[in-house]
Each structure stands twice: as C-alpha cells, then as structure tokens.
C-alpha cells in the first residue's frame, strides 16, 4: 500500500468513479480508515491527500472488514470481485452500484456462497450530497450486518435507511422513488408546455405548481392505507370525476398543439379504469389495474 502502513484500514472502497470517491471522502472526513482502490491507477491521488491508503490490488484492499463496492453496474461488480472471491469470506460487502432486484438476490447468493454477509443499496443522491445529514441511501439485506456497520453507513448518507432482509429492497425501493419523481417531473413540465403556450412563464405556474405536489401528497396516508386494504371507497373524488377532468387535460394540450404522450397515458389508463367497471371507486383502485400487469 501507498499510505499509511501502519493502521489497517475499517472499510474499503472499491471502484472510485464519481459516487466512490464521494462516498470515500466522506468516510475520510470523518476519521474513518479507508482503504480504496480503482481498476484503473491514478483516479485514488486526491484521495491519497485526503488520508487514504491506496490498494494497488483489489486482494489489498479487502483486508477491510466492510468492503463497499461503486461500479457502473453488476457486470463491473463481478468483474471486481470474483477474482478476490476466496478473500471475502467474513467480510461484510456492500454493494452500492445501481441494478435490479434480481441482480441484487443473485449477488446475495453468490456472496452467501462464499462466506460473506452481502448487502445491496441504492444511493437516491448525487456525488456532492453524500456525506450530508439528510442523504438517503437504502440498504437490505441480513440486519445484522447493517447494524454493525450501521455508523459507517450514516456516514455517507445522514438518512441511511434499512429496509428488510430481502437484498432486492433496495432496487425496489429505488425504482419506486424513480417512478415517483420522474411522473411528478413530467406533470410540471407537461403543464409548463401548455401554458407556455399562452405565453405563461413557468416561473409564474410555480406558486400553483408547488400546491399541486404538496396538496397531492397530503392524500397519500389516507391512500396508503386504501392500496394496503385493498378498498377504494371514492369518498373524495370518483373515478369518472377523475376521467373526465383527464379527457379535458388532453383536449386542451391538442388544442395548444403540445404532446398528447404525458396525458393520453393518464387517460388511456382512466378509461381501463371505467372499462373494468371502477367509475364509481376512488382514484386509488388503479392499483388493482396495476396489479392484473396484462403485458404478460
Ligand atoms: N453519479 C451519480 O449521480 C449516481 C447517483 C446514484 C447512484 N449512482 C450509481 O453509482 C454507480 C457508480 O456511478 P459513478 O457515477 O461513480 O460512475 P462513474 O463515475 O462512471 O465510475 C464508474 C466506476 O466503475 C468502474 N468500472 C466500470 N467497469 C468496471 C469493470 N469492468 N471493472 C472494474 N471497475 C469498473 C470504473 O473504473 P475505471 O476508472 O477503471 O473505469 C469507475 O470506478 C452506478 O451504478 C451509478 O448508477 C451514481
């Protein structure tokens, strides 16, 4: 090793891309021995400055009890470790590189096949925001690995979250949030198209814009709750009420000449709705809709 020889390192970090080294600053920063290592030389040198020891080979850097791994994505991820597969017996591995679900049980599997605990997580943040109180990283996995390294994991991210035994929990979750944002973020700018359309800029639809997402999210306990009972008694607003207002969201984007994707989605899915006979249910049994998945 480069640095440092005389203290071994608490965790090690493997793959030093963009989120890597964030995630290896922030453990340097807070004191925290770390051990990195890239495939390719020269991207550890800041880190070097910043106090940590550099690995010249992968099979040094795990002498670490916690091994993270940030690579672009599973293949990357075999790629680095099975040629250090007979080193990872007893150590916790944390594998933070985005997949799937299915990805994250077959890494588990493979890990338990070697003797070592075997974590999966999703990082909902960029480089710049690990380290900080209020990031989120999700982790899943056996507990007991994710309660032993539990301050390690707060490090990196203030609001790190443990979501249950089954590694793929974190994809999950993680596509969950991804499903979440990108349907709030092509309402906005769906709504900013057409109204700028009349000359309206979208600085001015941002007041409305704002209540709409906080007024939107204050229905979502009473919603939980109606998904995980499986009861959709449309008490607030019925289906066809909802259909309906969907039908003049697409008549009045044809009209502003916009893209009808965003909205003839919401209502290609309204009118499943009615067709399956929910026009007097509330809005929330579209799950069941979800859920009968007729790409099968
Ligand atoms: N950046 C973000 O904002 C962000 C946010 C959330 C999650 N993530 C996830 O974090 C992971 C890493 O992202 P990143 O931004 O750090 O990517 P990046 O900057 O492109 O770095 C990729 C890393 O993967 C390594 N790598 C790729 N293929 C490899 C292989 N076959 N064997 C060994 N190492 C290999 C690269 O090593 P070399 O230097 O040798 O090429 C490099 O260290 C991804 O799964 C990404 O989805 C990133």
Redesign the pocket.
Known sequence: MSNHDDARADVAV?????????LAQALLAAGIRTVVW???PG?ADGLATDGARVAETSAEAVAAELVLV????Y??VR??LTPIEDRLAGRVVVN????SSAEARSMAAWAADRGASYLDG??????AEVGAADTVILFSGPQEAYDAHRQSFETVAGRATYLGADPGLSSLHDVAVLALMWSVLNGFLHGAAVLKRAGVRAEAFLPLARDGISTTAGWLDAYAAQVDAGDHPGDDSTMATHVAAMQHLLEETVSAGVDTTVPAAFKALGDRALEAGLADRGYTALVDLLLSDRSH
Not at 122 to 127: D, E, F, S
């Open positions: 493997l793959g030093l891309g963009a989120m890597g080294t964030a890239n495939r390719t991207r940030c690579v672009s994505d293949d990357a790629g680095v933070l590189t985005s997949g999703a990082i909902l943040a960029a480089p």
